[in-house]
């Protein structure tokens, strides 16, 4: 198969980021029940901590606050289906915050390695923003999705949105943003703004680590752009 990711995309797949104040529950379930290897726990600051899982290349994050968090919202990412060899038919699971999760055999609705949900208000929203604003592929395994290399993003058509957005917050419970790994941070963010992308947070360097910003689909939601220095090289705006 041809790969149409776009030049831009420094990393075959999509990273996914959740925020929780159950740590000891959370890791049980997504360590034990869903299968997630963990990495290692990385310090943000502010009493964050970072808890990172692999899935073949893709982080999960689950982003532990010391400090109480307010309830998730409405719409948003609604739910991350994980394809894996030992699942022999689709399972539905939800996690202690009520994230839902699938598991799924590779290859069931095109998912051969992960897939977010994501609600919108209408296929146009969905690929005015994640098509024709970010540039990735249309996928024709799904009626309404994109594919970020081995990852899919599949839009969940909702026409009440069109009357509510996502909380300008993003830390709050539940699943709250995705993580692309771009080559330059900043082209990229540029190009999302204009093409009619909302910024969520404009471009930083992290240290030697990474330069990050952060743009909002036409629901609000929230996604990271990370030009992280193990892959790319450089930090280099």
């Known amino acids: 198969m041809t790969d149409t990711s776009p030049a831009w995309l420094a990393k075959d797949c999509l ?3 959740v925020f929780t104040n159950r740590l000891d529950e959370m890791l049980a379930f997504w360590q ?6 963990f990495d290692h726990m990385l310090p943000l600051g502010g009493g964050l901590r970072q808890h990172r899982h692999d899935h073949q290349g893709s982080v ?17 990412y609604l ?11 689709p399972t539905e699971l939800t996690d202690p915050d009520g994230n839902r999760v699938g598991l799924v055999p590779p290859g069931h609705d095109g998912i051969t390695q992960w897939a977010i949900e994501v609600a919108t208000p209408s296929r146009q ?20 999705a994109v594919a970020c290399g081995r990852s899919l993003i599949l839009g969940h058509i909702d ?15 539940g699943y709250r943003y ?4 771009v080559d330059k941070v900043d082209r990229v963010h540029a190009q999302v703004l204009a093409a009619g992308g909302t910024e969520g947070r404009a471009p930083a360097t992290l240290g030697k680590t990474a330069r990050i910003s952060f743009v909002r689909d036409g629901s609000g939601n929230w996604m990271e752009l990370s030009q992280r220095a193990s892959i790319t090289g450089s930090l280099e705006p």
């Not at 739910?79 to 038919?89: E, H, M, Q």
């Not at 026409?159 to 830390?171: F, G, I, N």
């Not at 995705?178 to 790994?181: I, P, S």
């Open 15 to 17: 990273d996914v980021g």
């Open 32 to 37: 034990q029940e869903v299968g997630l290897p």
């Open 60 to 76: 999960f994050k689950l982003n532990h606050s010391r400090d109480p968090l307010p309830p998730g919202t409405d719409g948003g």
């Open 79 to 89: 739910r991350l289906i994980i394809a894996r060899d030992s699942i022999t038919a």
């Open 125 to 144: 929203a969905f690929l005015a923003f994640y098509h024709d604003a970010l540039g990735l592929p249309v996928a024709d395994t799904h009626p309404c």
């Open 159 to 173: 026409p009440a949105l069109t009357a509510r957005t996502e909380s300008a917050d993003m830390a709050r419970i």
């Open 178 to 181: 995705t993580t692309l790994q």
